[in-house]
């Protein structure tokens, strides 16, 4: 198994020493490119891909390696299977209000579930915000490879994509730039159509199968997230529902357990819904010793890239 942020890390390790390796690894991953661009974020001798698009970093490299390869045929050859790879993220399944801040789709992009000293705690925020955030390391990556890219198309002559690159890049900047200005010290995660960095809630914490009337209203439109926790660390078949009421009706909202990621004995899913309030919420599947605590993600925590950004945002 290859995975791209290792190849990341390898190139920081062997460049300038071995160039050849790390442009092999890089073929490894263009030969196995889907037929729609997508680049899978690890590949294996066999083709089992997860089909998730890998973090946005193969363009970067290419360029990386240009001054010790000097090799401006390898790079006509690889230029335009990067250039697919980078347009899959401004679709619509991968930038859900199509604003050109994509999301992730799964931790595994980010690298941060390979950290082995991530609280578990911190860990399942995380998870939470994989399905409710747009996150500014996407954004940062993004725009570098727009600007490798960019790089590569003057060293090979190839000014076709110049202007939609540009325009990518500036826009990229601008929603960069905006995320920083909205704190100065850190900046945080923002909901990935509200674009609001509302500090999460606990609405109810479940014990045991049953109903919760809560009659709540929120400040703001949010998602509510279900974080089942099983004493045994099976899965678990949970179901809930959420009534809402908005100016005219009543709405009811169901997720079943095929909507839950679980990792270990923590099972997550979070509503594509933006609720204004919640009037009932409603869980089955439990067991004894089981908890489901509910509420809306905290845009606010702090992840391990947070030096990162006070770093960026001292720029």
């Given at each position: 198994i290859q995975n791209v942020l290792e190849l990341w890390e390898i190139s920081q390790l062997l460049l300038p020493v071995r160039p050849y390796l790390i442009k092999a690894i890089v073929e490894n991953f263009i030969d196995q490119q889907a037929e729609n661009g997508l680049i899978d974020t690890q590949i294996t001798w066999n083709e089992n891909l997860t089909g998730i698009p890998a973090a946005p970093i193969l363009a970067s490299i290419a360029a990386e390696l240009h001054p010790y390869l000097n090799d401006e045929e390898w790079l006509s050859s690889v230029y335009p299977a990067l250039m697919d790879s980078l347009k899959v993220w401004f679709k619509p399944e991968y930038d859900s209000d199509e604003d050109g801040f994509p999301e992730w789709q799964h931790l595994v992009q980010t690298g941060i579930s390979e950290l082995v000293k991530?609280?578990?705690?911190?860990?399942?925020?995380?998870?939470?915000?994989?399905?409710?955030?747009?996150?500014?390391?996407?954004?940062?990556?993004?725009?570098?490879?727009?600007?490798?890219?960019?790089?590569?198309?003057?060293?090979?002559?190839?000014?076709?994509?110049?202007?939609?690159?540009?325009?990518?890049?500036?826009?990229?900047?601008?929603?960069?730039?905006t995320c920083l200005e909205n704190n100065k010290k850190i900046c945080c995660f923002r909901d990935k159509t509200t674009h609001l960095s509302s500090k999460g809630k606990i609405l109810h914490t479940f014990h045991q199968n049953g109903s919760k009337t809560l009659d709540k209203s929120l400040k703001e439109p949010e998602r509510i997230f279900v974080q089942v926790a099983s004493k045994d660390g099976f899965v678990r078949p949970v179901a809930w529902q959420i009534s809402s009421q908005d100016v005219k009706k009543e709405i009811q909202t169901s997720l079943t357990c095929k909507d839950f990621h679980w990792h270990e004995e923590q099972g997550i899913t979070v509503t594509n819904t933006l609720f204004s309030s919640v009037k009932e919420i409603t869980i089955s599947g439990l067991k004894k010793g089981d908890t489901a605590v509910v509420g809306t993600p905290d845009f606010t925590i702090h992840d391990p890239l947070t030096m990162f950004r006070r770093l960026l945002s001292l720029c």
């Open positions: 991530v609280n578990p705690e911190i860990r399942n925020k995380l998870e939470i915000l994989i399905n409710s955030a747009e996150w500014l390391s996407l954004a940062c990556l993004l725009w570098n490879e727009c600007k490798s890219l960019t790089a590569i198309a003057r060293w090979i002559k190839k000014d076709l994509d110049l202007d939609w690159l540009t325009t990518q890049a500036d826009r990229l900047q601008s929603l960069i730039n």
